[in-house]
C-alpha cells in the first residue's frame, strides 16, 4: 500500500511540476483540480450510458404501473414481469450507480494522501503545499484556528463553500422540475405495498447535494477541492445529458358532450367545457 501511495503522490508531484509556470504556489492544488477533471473524463461514457438509462426507465414508468396494477396480488410475478421488462428494453435499474462508483478510489487516494505524515517512510512533502495560504492538508476547523472566519485560510473555505451552495442550489432546482415533470412509480415491496419512508425520500432527495457542503468541512482542503471540482463537473454534465428531457404538459379532455378540442399556444379551446386530466396523454 505505501508503494502504491507513492506512486500516487509522485503523479500529484509530476503534475504540479507541469503547472507550476502557470499558478506558481497554488500549483499542487492546480494539479488536484486536474488529476479530477481527467478521473471525471474517463468515467464520462459510463455518464452518458447512465444518462441514457435513465431516459428508457423513465419511459417504461407507465408499463411499471401497469404490471404492477396487474400484478399487485402476486408480488413474486410481479417481480419477475419487471425484470422482463427491464431485460427486453435492455434497460438496467442500477447503471446509474457505476459513474459515482467509480469515482471513490480516486476521492480516498486524496484523502489518504493529504491526511498522512508520511508516505513511504519518508515525511509527505506535499502536507507542505497550500491554496492562497490555506495548506492542503489542513481542515475547516484549522482554518477557523488559523486566522477565523476571515483570515487567509477562512477565505479560502468561504469561496468553495459559495460554490458549493451555488451548485446546490441549481441542482436542487434541477431535480425538482424533472421529478415534477416524469414522477416515478413508488416502489414496492414483496407484498406489493409501497415501501415505507420512499415518499420521504423522495422528498428528501433534491436536498442531497447541500450534503456536500458538510463534507468539505470535514475533510482536508485537496479532498475538499476534489469534491467540489466534481460537483461542479456533475452539475454541468447532467445538465448537458438531460438537456432533452420532457418538461410536464398540461393534457385535457374531451366535454361530456363527446365535443373535440384543440391546443393552442394561448390555451385551450373546446365546443363546451373541458376539465383538467394530467398526465393522462
Not at 442500477?94 to 508516505?119: D, E, K, N, T, V
Not at 460554490?163 to 415534477?180: C, D, E
Request: overall charge positive; hydrophobic content about 50%.
Amino acid at each position: 500500500m505505501s508503494a502504491f501511495m507513492s506512486a500516487f503522490a509522485s503523479v500529484v508531484g509530476s503534475l504540479a511540476d507541469l503547472l507550476q509556470p502557470f499558478f506558481q504556489t497554488a500549483s499542487t492544488a492546480a494539479a488536484i483540480i486536474l488529476f479530477t477533471a481527467l478521473v471525471r473524463l474517463a468515467v464520462h461514457p459510463l455518464s452518458r450510458a447512465a444518462a441514457r438509462g435513465q431516459k428508457a426507465r423513465t419511459k417504461l414508468q407507465p408499463q411499471i404501473a401497469a404490471l404492477r396494477k396487474k400484478h399487485a396480488k402476486n408480488p413474486e410475478r410481479m417481480q419477475k414481469a419487471l425484470m422482463e421488462l427491464h431485460a427486453a428494453e435492455k434497460v438496467s435499474p442500477f447503471s446509474g450507480c457505476l459513474p459515482s462508483l467509480l469515482q471513490m478510489p480516486a476521492f480516498f487516494l486524496l484523502y489518504h494522501l493529504f491526511s498522512s505524515g508520511s508516505i513511504g517512510g519518508e515525511p509527505n512533502s506535499l502536507l507542505s503545499h497550500a491554496l492562497l495560504g490555506a495548506p492542503l492538508g489542513a481542515r475547516w476547523h484549522d482554518a477557523l484556528a488559523d486566522g477565523g472566519l476571515l483570515g487567509r485560510a477562512g477565505l479560502v473555505y468561504l469561496g468553495l463553500f459559495a460554490v458549493v451552495a451555488a451548485v446546490a442550489t441549481f441542482n436542487y432546482g434541477r431535480t425538482k422540475r424533472q421529478m415534477a415533470a416524469n414522477p416515478v412509480t413508488p416502489a414496492t415491496g414483496p407484498d406489493g405495498a409501497p415501501v415505507p419512508g420512499m415518499g420521504a425520500m423522495t422528498k428528501v432527495m433534491p436536498l442531497m447535494s447541500f450534503l456536500t457542503l458538510f463534507s468539505v468541512a470535514v475533510v482536508p482542503l485537496a479532498a475538499a477541492l476534489y469534491l467540489v471540482t466534481s460537483t461542479t463537473w456533475t452539475a454541468v454534465e447532467r445538465a448537458f445529458l438531460y438537456r432533452d428531457a420532457p418538461a410536464k404538459e398540461p393534457a385535457v379532455a374531451p366535454d361530456s358532450s363527446g365535443a373535440g378540442t384543440r391546443r393552442r399556444r394561448g390555451g385551450v379551446r373546446g365546443a363546451g367545457p373541458v376539465r383538467e386530466q394530467g398526465l393522462a396523454e
